[in-house]
Nanobody, 123 residues
Framework: VQLQASGGGSVQAGDSLRLSCAASGRISTYSMGWFRQAPGKEREFVAAISYSGGLTQYTDSVKGRFTISRDNAKNTLYLRMNGLEPEDTAVYYC??????????????????WGQGTLVTVSS
Protein backbone atom coordinates (compact mmCIF):
# COMPACT_ATOMS: atom_id res chain seq x y z
CA VAL A 1 0.00 0.00 0.00
CA GLN A 2 1.39 3.39 -1.00
CA LEU A 3 0.34 6.50 0.87
CA GLN A 4 0.08 10.11 -0.29
CA ALA A 5 -0.30 12.81 2.35
CA SER A 6 -1.63 16.27 1.54
CA GLY A 7 -3.23 19.31 3.12
CA GLY A 8 -0.29 20.93 4.84
CA GLY A 9 0.39 24.62 4.66
CA SER A 10 1.42 27.79 6.46
CA VAL A 11 -1.10 29.11 8.96
CA GLN A 12 -1.37 31.40 11.95
CA ALA A 13 -1.62 30.19 15.54
CA GLY A 14 -5.21 29.26 16.31
CA ASP A 15 -6.05 28.30 12.74
CA SER A 16 -7.19 24.89 11.53
CA LEU A 17 -6.04 22.46 8.86
CA ARG A 18 -7.19 19.07 7.66
CA LEU A 19 -4.59 16.63 6.45
CA SER A 20 -5.53 13.80 4.14
CA CYS A 21 -3.73 10.57 3.35
CA ALA A 22 -4.83 8.68 0.27
CA ALA A 23 -3.91 5.01 0.04
CA SER A 24 -3.33 3.22 -3.24
CA GLY A 25 -4.99 0.06 -1.98
CA ARG A 26 -7.48 -1.28 0.49
CA ILE A 27 -6.78 -0.25 4.08
CA SER A 28 -9.99 -1.33 5.78
CA THR A 29 -8.37 -4.09 7.84
CA TYR A 30 -5.36 -2.09 9.03
CA SER A 31 -4.80 0.44 11.74
CA MET A 32 -3.28 3.72 10.64
CA GLY A 33 -1.50 6.62 12.25
CA TRP A 34 -0.10 10.10 11.94
CA PHE A 35 3.40 11.03 13.04
CA ARG A 36 5.35 14.26 12.81
CA GLN A 37 8.94 15.36 12.73
CA ALA A 38 10.01 18.88 13.65
CA PRO A 39 13.36 20.29 12.52
CA GLY A 40 16.18 18.79 14.55
CA LYS A 41 13.89 16.40 16.39
CA GLU A 42 12.97 12.75 16.14
CA ARG A 43 9.77 11.57 14.55
CA GLU A 44 7.00 11.44 17.13
CA PHE A 45 3.60 9.87 17.39
CA VAL A 46 0.56 12.12 16.92
CA ALA A 47 -2.53 9.93 16.57
CA ALA A 48 -3.65 6.46 15.56
CA ILE A 49 -6.92 4.81 14.64
CA SER A 50 -8.18 1.25 14.50
CA TYR A 51 -9.28 -0.44 11.28
CA SER A 52 -12.92 0.49 11.78
CA GLY A 53 -12.34 3.91 13.29
CA GLY A 54 -13.87 2.84 16.57
CA LEU A 55 -10.69 3.22 18.59
CA THR A 56 -8.37 6.19 18.56
CA GLN A 57 -5.22 7.17 20.40
CA TYR A 58 -3.55 10.57 20.72
CA THR A 59 -0.39 12.00 22.15
CA ASP A 60 -1.16 14.24 25.12
CA SER A 61 -0.13 17.49 23.44
CA VAL A 62 -2.84 17.23 20.76
CA LYS A 63 -5.73 15.79 22.76
CA GLY A 64 -8.80 17.96 22.41
CA ARG A 65 -7.36 19.79 19.40
CA PHE A 66 -6.72 17.08 16.79
CA THR A 67 -9.12 14.44 15.50
CA ILE A 68 -8.08 11.41 13.49
CA SER A 69 -10.65 9.75 11.26
CA ARG A 70 -10.86 7.50 8.24
CA ASP A 71 -13.10 6.71 5.31
CA ASN A 72 -12.45 3.12 4.32
CA ALA A 73 -14.70 3.39 1.29
CA LYS A 74 -12.34 6.05 -0.05
CA ASN A 75 -9.17 4.44 1.34
CA THR A 76 -8.38 7.75 3.01
CA LEU A 77 -7.12 8.79 6.43
CA TYR A 78 -7.65 12.26 7.88
CA LEU A 79 -6.26 14.45 10.63
CA ARG A 80 -8.30 17.47 11.59
CA MET A 81 -6.12 19.96 13.45
CA ASN A 82 -7.77 22.80 15.35
CA GLY A 83 -6.17 25.43 17.54
CA LEU A 84 -2.80 25.03 15.90
CA GLU A 85 0.21 26.19 17.86
CA PRO A 86 3.75 27.05 16.72
CA GLU A 87 4.88 23.85 18.49
CA ASP A 88 2.83 21.88 15.95
CA THR A 89 5.16 22.96 13.16
CA ALA A 90 6.55 19.79 11.57
CA VAL A 91 6.42 17.50 8.60
CA TYR A 92 3.43 15.22 9.12
CA TYR A 93 3.54 11.62 7.93
CA CYS A 94 0.76 9.10 7.61
CA UNK A 95 1.50 5.43 8.10
CA UNK A 96 -0.23 2.07 7.84
CA UNK A 97 0.19 -0.83 10.23
CA UNK A 98 -0.36 -3.96 8.18
CA UNK A 99 0.30 -6.19 11.19
CA UNK A 100 -2.52 -4.99 13.36
CA UNK A 101 -6.05 -3.62 13.28
CA UNK A 102 -5.60 -1.73 16.58
CA UNK A 103 -4.02 1.70 17.10
CA UNK A 104 -0.38 1.81 18.16
CA UNK A 105 1.91 4.69 19.03
CA UNK A 106 5.19 2.99 18.12
CA UNK A 107 6.55 3.91 14.69
CA UNK A 108 8.27 0.50 14.57
CA UNK A 109 4.86 -1.14 14.13
CA UNK A 110 4.15 0.72 10.91
CA UNK A 111 5.35 -0.75 7.65
CA UNK A 112 4.19 1.82 5.12
CA TRP A 113 4.80 5.55 5.18
CA GLY A 114 3.66 8.50 3.09
CA GLN A 115 6.04 11.18 1.85
CA GLY A 116 5.03 13.81 4.42
CA THR A 117 3.30 17.16 4.25
CA LEU A 118 4.68 20.30 5.89
CA VAL A 119 2.68 22.22 8.45
CA THR A 120 4.06 25.59 9.53
CA VAL A 121 2.35 27.53 12.30
CA SER A 122 3.44 31.08 12.99
CA SER A 123 2.65 33.06 16.12
Amino acid sequence: VQLQASGGGSVQAGDSLRLSCAASGRISTYSMGWFRQAPGKEREFVAAISYSGGLTQYTDSVKGRFTISRDNAKNTLYLRMNGLEPEDTAVYYCAVNTRSSLPDSSPREYSGWGQGTLVTVSS
